[in-house]
């Protein structure tokens, strides 16, 4: 299927197919921040005018560079999703293509069940990017945007974008996923990324008592881990923060205050 569009045997096929996967990813990055940037902050702009979680002010060109480490990013993620097609071509991963394999029922669990695994990943290694040492020597560069913008969801140093690109391929080595659901997962990831840098609460008044929003994370759960730095370490869920104490007290005042009109 895929050996129809590269050959690894051949340098030209892998490095055409790798700057393919690149213009996906990083426009994808554009288009979606675009899209919120546009729609919050302009279209939007008096509707939401209350919901930003502060008035405190972008560093100057803040976006500039949160754009070009972004691009580093999806260079990263890109090399990252061209291995992952290596091991599915080499059959090493548990990826499939045919929907009645394991039927339609089976597609949004399997979402799910990586969504849970990437998301104790994430809250066990971004608590350890917080350790002093380790902070200084990459995690600093997420951090930069203390004011956080639809921009800043990719704005990571490349240690930090290699440890994040880890997870995915290894995930899919032992859990079946059909290719769908893998790129409805990495679309999910962009978007939940970008909502939760927004910087303007966007879910509705009530939101954090239904069953599911108590458990999402959104602008207001994130921003305060911008400007706290010790709360809040969760990706899409609030339950990792919430089990081990780490979510801030802050956080349903701030939702409330924001969401109240």
């Not at 969760?234 to 923060?241: E, K, Q, S």
Request: charged letters at 15%; one cysteine or more.
């Amino acid at each position: 299927m895929l050996s129809d569009f590269i050959n690894f045997d051949n340098a030209w096929s892998v490095a055409l197919f790798t700057l393919i996967n690149f213009l996906v990813i990083f426009c994808r990055y554009v288009l979606v921040s675009s899209i919120f940037q546009f729609v919050f902050t302009v279209l939007l702009k008096d509707q939401f005018k209350s919901r930003k979680i502060s008035e405190a002010l972008q560093k100057p060109g803040q976006s500039v560079k949160e754009i070009q480490w972004s691009a580093i990013t999806s260079g990263i993620f890109t090399v990252s999703g061209v291995g992952l097609i290596w091991l599915f071509e080499n059959d090493y991963t548990a990826i499939y293509t045919d929907f009645s394999e394991y039927g339609l029922w089976y597609i949004p669990l399997s979402i799910f069940i990586a969504m849970l695994i990437h998301e104790a990943y994430y809250y066990f290694l971004h608590r350890w990017m917080h350790r002093p040492t380790i902070f200084k020597k990459f995690h600093y560069v997420h951090h930069n945007s203390l004011v956080t913008s639809p921009w800043t969801a990719f704005s990571f140093h490349p240690i930090e974008s290699v440890l994040q690109a880890l997870i995915i391929p290894i995930i899919l080595i032992f859990i079946p996923m059909h290719f769908a659901a893998i790129l409805f997962l990495l679309t999910l990831m962009t978007i939940t990324a970008t909502i939760n840098h927004l910087h303007i609460e966007i879910y509705p008044k009530g939101f954090t008592k239904n069953w599911f929003g108590k458990w999402w994370i959104g602008a207001s759960h994130h921003s305060l881990h911008h400007s706290k730095y010790s709360f809040n370490y969760g990706l899409y869920f609030t339950f990792m923060d919430k089990w081990f104490g780490t979510e801030s007290p802050d956080y349903m005042p701030l939702f409330e205050k924001k969401t109240k009109g």
